[in-house]
Nanobody, 119 residues
């Protein structure tokens, strides 16, 4: 299994910025796609941003122009830079990785990190 550990959540005022990090650990794996999801209270989990191994990205309409996603392949880490934060960005943010090994593939989730944006 590939284990994901997130960090960087917290409390920020509207208009502020936060950077989330997610590091993967395990043995002999390759990350094919990284993604960040979020889940606000009473709502379904939704895709925020994703990045493929070739660098292609996809963002939810609600965060386009405000969030960026990037990776450090040497560190097996993905980042979500969040700027111009709004109260509606308040949610638990989850890291997701689709990965493969020689004999199979799977998906791993992080434990989640809370982001609270105050008005």
């Amino acid at each position: 299994q590939v284990h994901l550990v997130e960090s960087g959540g917290g409390l920020v005022q509207a208009g502020g910025s936060l950077r989330l990090s997610c590091a993967a650990s395990g043995s002999m794996f390759r990350i094919n796609t990284w993604a960040w999801y979020r889940q606000a209270p009473g709502k379904q989990r939704e895709l925020v941003a994703e990045i493929g191994s070739g660098g292609s990205t996809n963002f939810a309409d609600s965060v386009k122009g405000r969030f960026t996603i990037s990776t450090d392949n040497a560190k097996n880490t993905v980042y979500l830079q969040m700027s111009s934060l709004k109260p509606e960005d308040t949610a638990v943010y989850y890291c997701n990785a689709k990965w493969s090994r020689m004999y199979g593939s799977d998906v791993s989730w992080g434990q989640g990190t809370q982001v609270i944006v105050s008005a």
